[in-house]
Nanobody
Protein backbone atom coordinates (compact mmCIF):
# COMPACT_ATOMS: atom_id res chain seq x y z
CA UNK A 1 0.00 0.00 0.00
CA UNK A 2 1.34 3.39 -0.97
CA UNK A 3 0.09 6.82 -0.11
CA UNK A 4 1.62 9.77 -1.87
CA UNK A 5 0.80 13.26 -0.72
CA UNK A 6 1.65 16.37 -2.67
CA UNK A 7 0.54 19.94 -3.11
CA UNK A 8 2.45 21.62 -0.28
CA UNK A 9 4.47 24.75 -0.70
CA UNK A 10 5.31 28.20 0.57
CA UNK A 11 2.40 30.61 0.73
CA UNK A 12 1.47 33.80 2.51
CA UNK A 13 -1.05 34.13 5.29
CA UNK A 14 -4.55 34.23 3.88
CA UNK A 15 -3.68 32.17 0.82
CA UNK A 16 -5.07 28.77 -0.11
CA UNK A 17 -3.55 25.41 -0.96
CA UNK A 18 -5.02 22.07 -1.95
CA UNK A 19 -3.25 18.94 -0.83
CA UNK A 20 -3.79 15.65 -2.60
CA UNK A 21 -3.10 12.11 -1.49
CA UNK A 22 -3.15 9.28 -3.99
CA UNK A 23 -3.61 5.75 -2.67
CA UNK A 24 -2.48 2.62 -4.47
CA UNK A 25 -2.27 -1.02 -3.53
CA UNK A 26 -5.52 -1.37 -1.65
CA UNK A 27 -9.18 -0.79 -2.24
CA UNK A 28 -9.56 2.94 -1.82
CA UNK A 29 -13.31 2.69 -1.46
CA UNK A 30 -12.85 0.47 1.60
CA UNK A 31 -10.56 3.00 3.28
CA UNK A 32 -11.36 5.90 5.52
CA UNK A 33 -8.75 8.63 5.14
CA UNK A 34 -7.20 11.12 7.48
CA UNK A 35 -4.83 14.07 7.39
CA UNK A 36 -2.42 14.77 10.19
CA UNK A 37 0.25 17.41 10.57
CA UNK A 38 3.39 17.86 12.55
CA UNK A 39 5.12 21.15 13.07
CA UNK A 40 8.79 21.28 13.95
CA UNK A 41 9.29 20.51 17.60
CA UNK A 42 5.63 19.65 18.16
CA UNK A 43 3.54 16.54 18.46
CA UNK A 44 1.66 15.14 15.49
CA UNK A 45 -1.89 16.40 15.49
CA UNK A 46 -5.08 15.42 13.77
CA UNK A 47 -6.37 17.73 11.06
CA UNK A 48 -9.27 16.06 9.29
CA UNK A 49 -10.77 12.73 8.28
CA UNK A 50 -13.39 11.39 5.92
CA UNK A 51 -15.26 8.12 6.17
CA UNK A 52 -14.84 5.46 3.52
CA UNK A 53 -18.25 6.29 2.08
CA UNK A 54 -17.45 9.98 2.16
CA UNK A 55 -20.60 10.66 4.13
CA UNK A 56 -18.92 11.76 7.34
CA UNK A 57 -16.15 14.31 7.77
CA UNK A 58 -14.29 15.40 10.87
CA UNK A 59 -12.14 18.44 11.59
CA UNK A 60 -9.91 19.67 14.34
CA UNK A 61 -11.24 22.85 15.92
CA UNK A 62 -8.17 24.73 14.72
CA UNK A 63 -9.07 24.20 11.05
CA UNK A 64 -12.85 23.99 11.15
CA UNK A 65 -14.41 26.43 8.73
CA UNK A 66 -11.15 26.91 6.84
CA UNK A 67 -10.24 23.40 5.64
CA UNK A 68 -12.37 20.99 3.65
CA UNK A 69 -11.66 17.30 3.12
CA UNK A 70 -13.08 15.43 0.16
CA UNK A 71 -12.44 12.29 -1.81
CA UNK A 72 -12.68 11.16 -5.41
CA UNK A 73 -13.02 7.39 -5.44
CA UNK A 74 -12.59 7.24 -9.22
CA UNK A 75 -9.12 8.75 -8.80
CA UNK A 76 -8.20 7.00 -5.53
CA UNK A 77 -7.48 10.42 -4.15
CA UNK A 78 -8.34 12.36 -1.03
CA UNK A 79 -8.02 16.14 -0.96
CA UNK A 80 -7.54 18.75 1.71
CA UNK A 81 -8.56 22.21 0.60
CA UNK A 82 -6.95 24.72 2.92
CA UNK A 83 -8.20 28.29 2.87
CA UNK A 84 -7.32 31.34 4.94
CA UNK A 85 -4.00 29.79 5.88
CA UNK A 86 -2.26 31.04 8.98
CA UNK A 87 1.40 30.86 10.02
CA UNK A 88 0.39 28.35 12.70
CA UNK A 89 -0.72 25.98 9.92
CA UNK A 90 2.93 25.55 8.97
CA UNK A 91 3.74 21.83 9.27
CA UNK A 92 4.37 18.66 7.37
CA UNK A 93 1.02 17.22 6.36
CA UNK A 94 0.63 13.48 6.05
CA UNK A 95 -2.26 11.41 4.81
CA UNK A 96 -3.20 8.11 6.34
CA UNK A 97 -5.59 5.25 5.61
CA UNK A 98 -7.55 2.91 7.81
CA UNK A 99 -9.88 0.08 7.09
CA UNK A 100 -13.37 1.40 6.55
CA UNK A 101 -15.84 0.79 9.32
CA UNK A 102 -13.26 0.72 12.09
CA UNK A 103 -14.15 4.21 13.26
CA UNK A 104 -17.42 6.01 13.78
CA UNK A 105 -16.53 8.84 16.10
CA UNK A 106 -14.28 11.88 16.12
CA UNK A 107 -12.32 10.37 18.96
CA UNK A 108 -11.48 7.36 16.88
CA UNK A 109 -10.68 9.15 13.61
CA UNK A 110 -8.47 11.66 15.39
CA UNK A 111 -6.24 8.98 16.90
CA UNK A 112 -3.20 8.31 14.75
CA UNK A 113 -2.95 4.80 16.26
CA UNK A 114 -5.94 3.48 14.32
CA UNK A 115 -4.46 4.21 10.91
CA UNK A 116 -2.85 1.33 9.04
CA UNK A 117 -0.84 3.11 6.39
CA UNK A 118 0.85 6.48 6.08
CA UNK A 119 2.22 8.65 3.33
CA UNK A 120 5.51 10.51 3.49
CA UNK A 121 3.98 13.94 3.94
CA UNK A 122 4.16 17.24 2.16
CA UNK A 123 5.48 20.45 3.67
CA UNK A 124 3.27 23.50 4.03
CA UNK A 125 4.88 26.76 5.04
CA UNK A 126 2.77 29.84 5.68
CA UNK A 127 4.58 33.12 6.01
CA UNK A 128 3.15 36.09 7.87
Amino acid sequence: VQLQAFGGGLVQAGDSLRLSCVVSGRSFTDSAMGWFRQARGKEREFVSAISYLGVSTFYADSVKGRFTISRDNAKNTVYLQMNSLKPEDTARYSCAALRGGRCATYGCYSSFRVYDHWGQGTLVTVSS
